[in-house]
């Protein structure tokens, strides 16, 4: 098992609002997944709703996965302002947010 | 933006109770990352601690994801014997699990 080098793995989990309608969804992960386009050290951005059958999600609905080169990245990453911007409106439509970040040991690729 | 075809990704959020020690944590991760030799369906294994700096991570200390090539990938992982067994001393272990699963979407690799 060896740590990746110079990865690290940015996990966003969120719960929107309730009474968010689907195509404001929409737009949200449209302007998150936009930032990988004005924010050099963000590398990569994959992103997903939740699929799993085994109801341990605690209520989480969706997935977001930047991936940076260093910490220092993602520090750039969250004062940078057009993150700064469009955490500021993201954030007003979500009930829950967790977020953890990862420098991940591959086991198997 | 497109959805990857045949990759579901299985997601687990862990915060161990405060009495394992660190040699317990890395025998439940050697544990963990063996079933990658067991499991048929699952592909991949990565896993890391929390290196984020936000303050969001509500308590889970520890990520860990598993690829699968389709969700019926992760039900046979999930029932597997190998799973089942482990799964069983592991869970004793955490204060706090998290299970996402996602078909990502890959808006840049």
Redesign the interface.
Known sequence: ?E?TRGV????L?AKFKDDISNEQIEELIKGF?NL?NHIEPM????????????N???G?TH?F?SSFES?EG??EY?SHPKHVEFAKLYFAYLEK?????????????
């Open positions: 098992m740590e690290v793995k940015h996990v989990l997944a990988v590398k990569a951005f994959h992103w997903g709703e939740d699929v799993s059958f085994e341990k999600s605690q989480f997935i996965e910490t993602v520090a969250v947010v967790l977020v953890i970040d990862y420098k991940p040991t591959i086991v198997r690729c």
